[in-house]
């Protein structure tokens, strides 16, 4: 596909952002409100799709693609969210928001744990030794993933494989009910969607996902730290001096930073955001259709979150190298952070490249398990 490049006008400064936020939110509500729409239009535009279906998503979507660019490239959201609680925009952004809820600390009976450990999944807590490293040796394949609910790794790594598997069901059932309830099945919907779009972000799969590894040594607020396991081995943990603990997040740059307003320098990088996320979903499609890749697994189950958080992890170092770039000076400077190049499964791509191939990825894949979630509790 063809590649565009950000354009730099002027001079940039450097910037921070101390967003409000846990590693329990992946996208920030403006990513998933934008994926969840996308993925919504695409089925609503498809005359092939069952009237059902359609009827359902234009009922708690009334958005076209423009008012997607404008929310892309002009409008924030912010952390409340507090003018986009309606329809599918609400429902998909409902996981969060409730985090700091009296529902958000409720604990969820068939896991033990409350909402937050919902939201990722960290490879390295079901592999060797709970500690990431970039050349992925601790990372398990996924057939030795444990699929019991129960092993105490999961308490640890968090459980999102599951429900995604969960709402999925959940989503099967409430489609298939004689009578549709439209409030039930947007809330389902709305959680699924905001599952399967955590996947696809690559700091939701590690223990390191701040990043501060890749900062350790070249930024003197971030610190390393020895711990010792049961077994005498030792892993090593990273923190960063308390004063620093908001304006050196590299996790929050990630899910914040581009929808921090719409002025320059934003405004320029938010519009290529856009024409790049568009590119990429055309991309992506036209691939699948003229290469033959290995089967994916069945939408919304166990297995297929599995391969998207596998296939998220191989974007780490990426953002790991976007840290160094950004952070050289100790604070972040948006041109290094957004310009910085990696290569991802043989393709040379700059950070903004990187947020848009990920988002691309999410609009693809909730489109893929709200058809397959429909076509299933109609039995086709």
């Not at 030794?129 to 308490?155: G, L, Q």
């Not at 090593?236 to 050196?248: N, R």
């Not at 894949?365 to 979630?373: F, P, Y």
Request: charged share 25%; with cysteine.
């Amino acid at each position: 596909m063809t590649r565009r490049r950000i354009g730099w006008t002027g001079v940039m400064v450097a910037a921070s952002l101390a967003a409000v936020a846990t590693k329990a939110q992946a996208w920030g509500h403006q990513q998933h409100i934008l994926i969840t729409r996308m993925a919504a239009l695409r089925i609503i535009n498809d005359p092939a799709v069952p009237e059902g279906l359609k009827d359902f998503l234009k009922a708690n979507m009334k958005y076209d693609l423009d008012a997607c660019r404008k929310l892309a490239v002009g409008e924030k959201v912010g952390f409340e969210a507090k003018d986009y609680l309606t329809g599918l925009d609400g429902a998909c952004t409902l996981p969060d928001r409730i985090q700091f809820t009296e529902e958000g600390k409720t604990i969820i009976a068939s896991y033990g744990v409350t909402e937050s450990k919902m939201h990722f999944m960290d490879w390295e807590s079901l592999g060797k030794r709970p500690m990431y490293k970039p050349d992925f040796s601790n990372r398990p394949e996924i057939a030795d993933v444990p699929r019991d609910v129960h092993d105490p790794r999961w308490k640890q790594a968090g459980y999102l494989p599951f429900r995604v598997e969960e709402k999925y069901n959940e989503l099967v059932a409430a489609f298939a009910a004689p009578k549709l309830d439209n409030a039930q099945t947007l809330k389902i919907a709305g959680y699924l969607c905001h599952y399967i779009e955590d996947c696809t972000q690559p700091l939701h799969g590690t223990v390191d996902y701040k990043s501060y590894s890749y900062l350790f040594g070249k930024v003197p607020a971030v610190h390393k730290l020895t711990q010792t396991l049961p077994d005498g081995s030792e892993i090593a943990k990273y923190t960063v001096d308390k004063e620093f603990s908001k304006s050196i997040n590299p996790h929050d740059d990630m899910e914040f930073q581009l929808f921090e307003d719409a002025q320059e320098p934003r405004k320029g990088l938010r519009e290529e955001f856009w024409k790049e996320l568009n590119l990429r979903i055309d991309w992506r499609v036209h691939s699948a259709t003229t290469v033959t890749p290995v089967a994916p697994a069945k939408a919304g189950t166990f297995t297929r979150a599995l391969e998207i958080l596998w296939d998220s992890y191989e974007y780490i170092p990426a953002i790991g190298k976007a840290a160094q770039a950004g952070y050289a000076t100790g604070q972040l400077d948006l041109k290094a952070f957004f310009t910085s190049k990696d290569t991802v499964h043989g393709e040379e791509l700059d950070t903004l490249q990187l947020i848009a191939d990920r988002h691309a990825a999410a609009v693809l894949e909730v489109e893929r398990t709200l058809r397959a979630a429909w076509a299933e509790a109609k039995g086709k």
